[in-house]
């Protein structure tokens, strides 16, 4: 089935730093969804998007849809040890109850 | 409480056996979904359930059966299973007209 790339794989980073990652589809989705997962849980929805263009934040998270619909982002500023996790985006068409999720990004916080 | 839960959290059991999990949700969603994560994390739709009836039905080899009972409820019932099948699998649940789905917690199953 179908999967979603997100870039990239897994990082590194210090705490207070910024992170940013994106998630690309060689589709259109009408609506994109970012979810955190730590381990042991399940996936947590953290924003959710449903315009071309559109730019939400989440206290620390931003995230946009991207103009072209084939690609989302996601930025968390000033990071903290909590942060820690996977985090996936997810694509929906509409008129579908589908969800595909992409490959993940593995963020380790260095405090 | 508890939105999305199910049961077992960890199940471990040998090659041909057959066993269930059990999904509840208690956020009033009329659709729900199974998803399997694999050992490199990827998340995968096995089956929809909207209102009680199956909407999607991945490739999934048919030894895999959901069933459910009521909106509130989606069981996955596996016959025969296979070391291939150890994952960690996971109930959602939506509203039609909402995107946003929800998940339980997971459960772990490991066959050996």
């Keep these: ?83 820690v996790g996977i985090y996936f985006c997810a694509g929906q068409r509409s008129g579908t109850y589908k969800y595909i999720f992409g490959t993940g990004t593995r963020l380790k916080v260095l405090a | 409480d ?4 199910q049961t077992p959290k960890y199940l471990v059991t040998q090659m041909g056996n057959d066993k269930s999990i059990k999904c509840e949700q208690n956020l009033g969603h009329d659709t729900m979904y199974w998803y399997k994560q694999d050992s490199k994390k990827f998340l995968k739709i096995m089956f929809s359930y909207n209102n009680k009836e199956l ?29 291939g099948d150890s994952a960690v699998y996971f109930c959602a649940s939506s509203q039609t007209g909402s995107t946003e789905a929800f998940f339980g917690q997971g459960t772990r199953l490991t066959v050996v």
């Design chain 1, 1 to 83: 089935g179908q999967q979603l790339n997100q870039s990239p794989q897994s990082m590194f980073i210090q705490e207070g730093e910024d992170v940013s990652m994106n998630c690309t589809s060689s589709s259109i989705f009408n609506t994109w969804l970012w979810y955190k997962q730590d381990p042991g849980e399940g996936p947590v929805l953290l924003i959710a998007l449903y315009k071309a263009g559109e730019l939400t934040s989440n206290g620390r998270l931003t995230a946009q849809f991207g103009i072209t619909r084939k690609d989302s982002f996601l930025n968390i500023s000033a990071s903290i040890p909590s942060d």
């Design chain 2, 2 to 5: 508890t939105a999305v839960s």
């Design chain 2, 55 to 83: 909407i999607i039905n991945e490739t999934v080899p048919n030894r895999f059966s959901p069933k459910s009972p009521d909106k509130a409820h989606l069981n996955l019932h596996i016959n025969s299973l296979e070391l």
